[in-house]
């Protein structure tokens, strides 16, 4: 199987900073890359995702990163706002076709101060 | 469209207690997954189903049961609670679209097995 391992576990940053959340993966085979965002009392809602050929992706404010040598991938968020508080999480996609799995990391809580 | 609904939102069970949680999605997505996500440990995966008749076991299924009879409809069965069930359950939903997958999240069941 696949394990994910994600750091930090909590990130603190002043408005308008940046956050960096990274993530490691061990199975070499994984080729999608999903980063979800989960406030409070609420289910995991996708925010980007990348695929195993692909080294960057950005959608305005964020963006993320694969380097598929060294196994990681990161989430970038610039310009933080406090509507960006909120438990992060990233995950690896391993397997093929219907027997395919997402493997979680076990999340970032970031917060965003004033 | 609703998405995928999940109910009920919060249940307090005593142990040994039987009870299901139903999740319901109308995006006519063939997978379907139930998660458990606990403090410290990510979302771990319970059962999925990559279509009506068709489940399987995913990483912590011991104590729990699924069928899908419909599409629509993948309901997660506890036959008999015990405190370490105690979690916050979220089924998800999801298609493959050339080999790239999104993953929507329902709102989450809070369980709480006394």
């Known amino acids: 199987g696949e394990n994910v391992e994600q750091h930090p576990s909590t990130l603190s940053v002043q408005e308008g900073d940046s956050a960096v959340i990274k993530c490691t993966y061990s199975?070499?085979?994984?080729?999608?890359f999903p980063w979800y965002k989960q406030e409070l009392g609420k289910g995991p809602q996708l925010i980007i995702d990348?695929?195993?050929n692909v080294g960057e992706k950005k959608d305005q404010r964020i963006a993320v990163t694969l380097n598929k040598t060294a196994k990681h991938f990161s989430l970038h968020i610039t310009e933080t706002q406090p509507e960006d508080s909120a438990v992060y999480f990233c995950?690896?996609?391993w397997g093929s076709g219907t027997a395919s799995k997402l493997t979680f990391g076990t999340g970032t809580r970031l917060q965003v101060t004033l | 469209n609703a998405g995928v609904t999940q109910t009920p939102k919060f249940q307090v069970l005593k142990t040994g207690q039987s009870m299901t949680l139903q999740c319901a999605q109308d995006?006519?997505?063939?997978?379907m997954s139930w998660y458990r996500q606990d403090p410290g440990m990510g979302l771990r995966l319970i059962h999925y189903s990559v279509g009506a008749g068709i489940t399987d076991q995913g990483e912590v299924p011991n104590g729990y049961n699924v069928s899908r009879s419909t599409t629509e409809d993948f309901p997660l069965r506890l036959l008999s609670a015990a405190p370490s069930q105690t979690s916050v359950y979220f089924c998800?939903?999801?298609?493959?679209?050339?080999?790239?997958?999104?993953?929507?999240f329902g709102p989450g069941t809070r369980l709480l097995v006394l």
């Open positions: 998800a939903s999801s298609y493959l679209n050339g080999g790239q997958e999104t993953q929507y």
């Open positions: 995006m006519n997505h063939e997978y």
């Open positions: 990348i695929r195993s």
């Open positions: 199975d070499s085979a994984s080729n999608y």
């Open positions: 995950a690896a996609r």
